[in-house]
T-cell receptor, first 115, second 116 residues
Framework: DQQVKQNSPSLSVQEGRISILNCDYT??????FLWYKKYPAEGPTFLIS?????DKNEDGRFTVFLNKSAKHLSLHIVPSQPGDSAVYFC??????????????FGTGTRLTIIP | DGGITQSPKYLFRKEGQNVTLSCEQN?????MYWYRQDPGQGLRLIYY???????QKGDIAEGYSVSREKKESFPLTVTSAQKNPTAFYLC???????????????FGPGTRLTVL
């Protein structure tokens, strides 16, 4: 059961334009959502997060939007740069009744920025 | 320089052999995690440890074992019981999050295990 879904395996965007990466989730118990960026043969690095009680969080060129009623979030990158070419993972956090926190990751979207 | 190291970067083993993947961190993080990544799939949680001498199974723990004897180290053993062990393995660590802040996990560079 895939609780976090990234339905677009790949996306190509012209340099300077806006990149929009989408993520859907099914579990209402998720309280935080995170985006990670991954280059080939490297571990993912944290990019930006948003609490489930917010609808927008911005950090420089990166903005994450959350639509809780639709169980949908999106990452906007503007303007897109060649160094943004990577795989982007959406992740959702849940805290269990025992206080353990776990992240559930989506399948990733490979973003290619065309010069 | 603080960070997470995983060694080796590439590992080859014969079918039926156990193999242990190393993960060390000097970030003073209490929590550590092991994930597996397969082509076209997200990161799937194998085991995690919130504190020394304690660990819990993740979503795909069968065929794996871990230990957490030291804060800095969280080795993962891929046993012969794991049916499809060939994959990219990622270790991560974090300061435990709170209700108000997420646990930003820091990842190592990964180990690609190939079982022949």
């Amino acid at each position: 059961d895939q609780q976090v879904k990234q339905n677009s395996p790949s996306l190509s965007v012209q340099e300077g334009r806006i990149s929009i990466l989408n993520c859907d989730y099914t579990n209402s118990m998720f309280d935080y959502f995170l985006w990670y960026k991954k280059y080939p043969a490297e571990g993912p690095t944290f990019l930006i997060s948003i609490s489930s009680i917010k609808d927008k969080n911005e950090d420089g060129r990166f903005t994450v939007f959350l639509n809780k009623s639709a169980k949908h979030l999106s990452l906007h990158i503007v303007p897109s740069q060649p160094g943004d070419s990577a795989v982007y993972f959406c992740a959702a956090r849940r805290i269990s009744n025992f206080g353990n926190e776990k992240l559930t990751f989506g399948t990733g979207t490979r973003l290619t920025i065309i010069p | 320089d603080g960070g997470i190291t995983q060694s080796p970067k590439y590992l080859f083993r014969k079918e039926g052999q156990n193999v242990t993947l190393s993960c060390e961190q000097n970030l003073n993080h209490d929590a550590m995690y092991w994930y597996r990544q397969d082509p076209g799939q997200g990161l799937r949680l194998i085991y995690y440890s919130q504190i020394v001498n304690d660990f819990q199974k993740g979503d795909i723990a069968e065929g794996y074992s871990v230990s957490r004897e030291k804060k800095e180290s969280f080795p993962l053993t891929v046993t012969s019981a794991q049916k499809n062990p060939t994959a990219f393995y990622l270790c991560a660590s974090s300061i435990p999050g709170t209700r108000d802040t997420p646990n930003e996990q820091f990842f190592g560079p990964g180990t690609r295990l190939t079982v022949l």
